[in-house]
């Protein structure tokens, strides 16, 4: 099969797509909570933070799951999307979509914390975004940027979630021949949630 754009910006708008949801959800939810005082009293009741951002976690994560399903049914029906391993494939994207949103609720949640109030916020957030934007290869490949422009752009945290979907959707790689991505994303997680621990704060 001839492979199109729409097979190379797909996987790319799920990425994104996920990216902005989990940042932007989740950052100026924490903040409204923040600001209320209503997280302070969900932590003065026996509600630990682990069991806080775990919910937080699963909620996104269903609706990343529904989000990356919807997109991907409608481009295999209206646009003819490449699954080279059919639903395989498909159920491969989802759960790559799953660690993804894993990985970027811990970043909504660090610049949450980063973000002194609602104004500062969406500075903080595009200054995160705009270069995930531009150098993970949403839209476009940045094989054509320098050398120096590609290494940082090819591990950001959205670039790992993007290469591993177009390997699994177009060259139909299962999700162990995609480990090093995955170990990417998780990498990335485990370091935003470490430092969205150590900076967290209820008011």
């Known amino acids: 099969k001839e492979f199109r754009y729409i097979d190379f910006a797909l996987p790319g708008q799920i990425g994104f797509s996920l990216l902005s949801l989990a940042t932007f959800g989740v950052a100026f939810g924490m903040i409204t909570l923040r600001e209320t005082l209503v997280l302070k009293r969900i932590f003065a009741t026996t509600v630990r933070p682990i069991q806080f951002v775990l919910a937080l976690v699963l909620s996104r994560s269903f609706q990343a799951v529904l989000q990356a399903a919807a997109i991907i049914v409608i481009g295999v029906l209206a646009f003819d999307f490449t699954l080279q391993d059919g639903w395989m494939s498909g159920l491969s994207m989802l759960v790559l979509s799953f660690l993804g949103i894993l990985t970027f609720v811990g970043f909504g949640i660090l610049i949450s914390n980063l973000a002194k109030d609602e104004n500062t916020l969406p500075i903080a957030l595009n200054i995160f975004?705009?270069?995930?934007?531009?150098?993970?290869?949403?839209?476009?490949?940045?094989?054509?940027?320098?050398?120096?422009?590609?290494?940082?752009?090819?591990?950001?945290?959205?670039?790992?979630?993007?290469?591993?979907?177009?390997?699994?959707?177009?060259?139909?790689?299962?999700?162990?021949?995609?480990?090093?991505?995955?170990?990417?994303?998780?990498?990335?997680?485990?370091?935003?949630?470490?430092?969205?621990?150590?900076?967290?704060?209820?008011?």
Request: no cysteine.
């Open 129 to 203: 975004n705009l270069p995930q934007f531009l150098l993970s290869g949403v839209f476009f490949p940045i094989d054509d940027m320098p050398a120096t422009v590609r290494l940082i752009g090819n591990n950001l945290p959205l670039s790992y979630l993007n290469i591993a979907l177009r390997k699994v959707s177009i060259e139909g790689l299962g999700l162990f021949e995609v480990w090093p991505y995955i170990l990417g994303m998780l990498g990335w997680a485990i370091f935003s949630y470490l430092i969205a621990a150590k900076t967290f704060k209820t008011e």
